[in-house]
């Protein structure tokens, strides 16, 4: 297979150096980002706060209404009382650098997802460890819970929003391309995930692509596209990037 610079995106943008080489475009005063703030992300149909103890209880509720099912692709889970949720997920924040918001529907926690692998230098982040309990599985809440995240991203700053998941799951590969993330490609045994090989898919919106992947969603959880039921009237995938 030939290929050309033509092959790798060039309305993101290609200029040339001193030698005649093609390099990427200017970032202009780029001087990094710093942690996203502790804050609460309002939206329309649910709210996001960052992690307390208190949520603690209400996430365990939340969960053992699961046959099991939930925790199949993550490195968690299942938990068998309040204490276990609080343990893993100060654990993760304290160990492993996750930066958790718990997903709040009617005032009642009913999920929770984490910022992740922050790369400060270059304003990247990754959204992970996104637990959906059956209350929060494909709803409403759950796309604009997404939405808030991304949104809070890159109002801060950021360059580079990642999705990352387990090739064989399915269901959140298909999550990322509904919400308007493009594929990247798969990291071949790139992980050992419950004593089981793990390839991994990644996914990212990129600043250049935010505008539209938010009006997009925004076209979505518009109050308009909605009956009084509660029911969408235009289904995401119907609406174009």
């Given at each position: ?37 502790d804050t609460e ?125 387990n090739q064989l ?73």
């Open positions: 297979m030939a290929l050309s610079y033509d092959t790798f995106s060039p309305s993101l943008g290609i200029r040339q150096d001193a030698f005649g080489n093609p390099i990427g475009k200017a970032v202009e005063g780029w001087q990094g980002c710093t942690r996203l703030p992300l309002l939206g329309r149909t649910c709210r996001l706060e960052p992690y307390d103890i208190a949520h603690a209880e209400g996430l365990y509720s939340a969960y053992v209404e699961d046959d099991g099912r939930m925790w199949s692709y993550l490195p968690y889970g299942p938990f068998d009382s309040a204490q276990a949720v609080n343990d893993s997920i100060q654990d993760w924040q304290k160990n492993r650098g996750l930066h958790t918001f718990v997903i709040m529907k009617n005032e009642q926690p009913v999920g929770h997802a984490s910022f992740m692998r922050y790369d400060l230098t270059h304003g990247s982040v990754e959204v992970g460890g996104v637990t959906f309990s059956p209350a929060l599985q494909r709803s409403t809440v759950a796309t604009e819970a997404m939405y808030l995240m991304i949104k809070h991203a890159f109002d801060h700053g950021y360059r580079r929003y990642e999705w990352k998941c799951n399915i269901p959140s590969s298909l999550a990322a391309l509904r919400l308007g993330f493009s594929f990247e490609g798969v990291f071949r045994n790139h992980q050992v995930a419950r004593e089981g090989r793990r390839d991994t898919a990644w996914y990212s919106v990129i600043a250049e692509e935010w505008p539209q992947v938010r009006a997009r969603l925004e076209a979505w959880l518009d109050p308009a596209n909605f009956d009084a039921d509660g029911i969408q009237r235009k289904a995401l995938s119907a609406i174009p990037l």
